[in-house]
DNA sequence: GCAAATATGAAGAAAAAGTTTCAGAAATGA
DNA sequence: TCATTTCTGAAACTTTTTCTTCATATTTGC
């Protein structure tokens, strides 16, 4: 090979632009559990990859080994450095830069707030909330601010395929009185509100509040005025080394909502993924299934 | 083996007694640089013992393996555990929940796509991407497709903020055209593309690239086709236990790169941001700071 | 020191792993 | 859409590994 990688993990990825699809399937077990995953007969290689032998035999002789007997000597070589290098274990999340690249600084802080939100979590607001939201007799409402529209409108997406009643409320203040009207007590009206906390938001939760809706708010560690309304409220870390917040957690948490969410819905969720399903192929929006 | 010992080291040693010369020569051997030095094929490792392949045979069988493979398919796992327990697998997050809880399961899934995605990570491709998009003799266009939409939207709300000439291409295709007139030559088009790849998405990405114009890529481990238009591609994984796939890696690089692309532009967007503090006050838009 | 018991490795048999071929499947391009 | 190219895995084939046999070497007990 021309190139002049140390490791494998290097050569499959310098390669990785010239390996066809099953290749890069099993580039990817590869890398999983990588080296160990590499140290089993080639047949075991395949099966974990789902390839078969002469897909692992073709790729290796691709990225520069004679044959999978070199392959696996050199990742050989590789386990024992690992192993016998204790200082070398993982403490930066990309190893192609140093310590102090923001990358890793930023990807630490991000794991340092997910671990201090979750460490936070109260299990019962969890359950709770994703019952009030997987009820259908109930309307569901998702609000977000200027910046966290984005997140109320992911997480809108998805629970719009869960579930019927679903509304986002997305301009700011003038539409308001129109969704109001529809909001009806029991209703369920979720909220992101971050600091920088915005006038309107209050206003709107007050209002939704006093319309007897049950309101869900996520907001960060300083908690929203909102807190005080809501029935539930989540308080998330937010801080990393920038001017602005992070809103990885917020995501963290929203989509395993959603994944829960749906497991309490999954008959009603079933069919409308299915019919969605149709739509889209009569629509021809997705390219065919690779 | 009536022992019941846990790994290979322990069957070595309670089995010593029992072994002969060559055997014990053998045992040392394999001790030396435990356990990699027992990976090899079984000719390799009688050589590095000196010793021959039926001792190796034979002495495997004494401590309890049915036969070679099955010895080493231990050694392997012991390999794996040494391995990857210092990065502190299987810790639960939420403690309030049980490790099988959906928080912690899904939690568990999203560090290791982050820490999978990071580690493909090329720093090359990353540093290039924040210099071409805080280049602002370059006009930057953001798109997004159906569910990276609320992607695409986050991202723009904040490279707004940094500097200008930032666009938004929203809609599905038919307003694209004028968005396309506007793309000129060295302009940098920001795409994020996850699986169900979509068409329009790929079609407008051709026309920019006829158009000359630098293209950024967003998009799975399965990489969209527009990768192969692409100049920079961010290949991120985004499995989770779920019917629908995890943005919050995305989410983590692109803050990253907002926080990198912000120290580069700082002197520019330092006043966008003051004149945008001052906006803010006049329409009231905020409660005041808390 | 000598017979009996045990251990050892060369050589070949059996089994498994690795490689190559090739026909059908999938993707691509016109 | 259809022809062409490229990819993929089943199956045949080759190589290597692992296991077994057995003759020779070594140790042990007397």
């Known amino acids: ?36 995953s590499g140290l089993g007969s080639i047949t075991t290689v ?12 073709r790729m290796v002789q691709k990225i520069g080994f004679k044959g999978f007997p070199e392959f696996q000597a050199a990742l050989r070589k590789e386990v024992e450095a690992t192993i016998s290098d204790p200082i070398a274990k993982h403490e930066t999340w990309a190893d192609q830069a140093p310590n102090e690249h923001i990358v890793n ?9 997910i671990r201090h939100s979750l460490g936070q979590l109260d299990i019962d607001t969890f359950e709770k909330s994703c019952e009030l939201m997987a009820d259908t007799n109930r309307s569901l409402f998702i609000v977000g601010g200027r910046i966290t529209r984005a997140m109320a409108d992911y997480f809108f997406l998805h629970m719009q395929v869960l579930r019927k009643d679903v509304t986002h409320i997305q301009s700011i203040s003038n539409a308001w009185p129109h969704y109001l009207l529809d909001i009806k007590k029991d209703d369920v009206v979720v909220i992101f509100d971050v600091r920088r906390y915005e006038n309107s938001t209050l206003k709107l939760a ?17 908690l929203s005025p909102i807190s005080k309304l809501a029935h539930h409220t989540f308080s998330l870390k937010i801080v990393v080394p ?4 992070s ?6 948490l929203v989509e395993t909502i959603i994944a829960d969410v749906q497991k309490r819905t999954w008959p009603e969720t079933r069919e409308r993924m299915e019919e969605l399903e149709v739509m889209f192929d009569r629509t021809r929006f997705f390219r065919k299934f690779t």
């Open 1 to 36: 090979m021309s190139e002049n990688a140390s490791t494998v993990a290097e050569l499959l990825q310098s390669n990785f632009d010239n390996l066809t699809r099953a290749e890069r399937q099993l580039s990817h077990s590869l890398m999983e559990n990588y080296p160990v």
């Open 105 to 113: 600084k930023f990807t630490e802080a991000v794991i340092d707030n």
């Open 242 to 245: 920038s001017a602005w917040d």
């Open 46 to 57: 395949a099966q974990n990859a789902s390839v078969s032998t002469p897909t692992v035999a």
């Open 206 to 222: 007050e209002m939704a509040a006093e319309a007897g809706a049950k309101i869900i708010l996520f907001t960060d560690q300083w």
């Open 247 to 252: 809103s990885v957690t917020t995501m963290l």
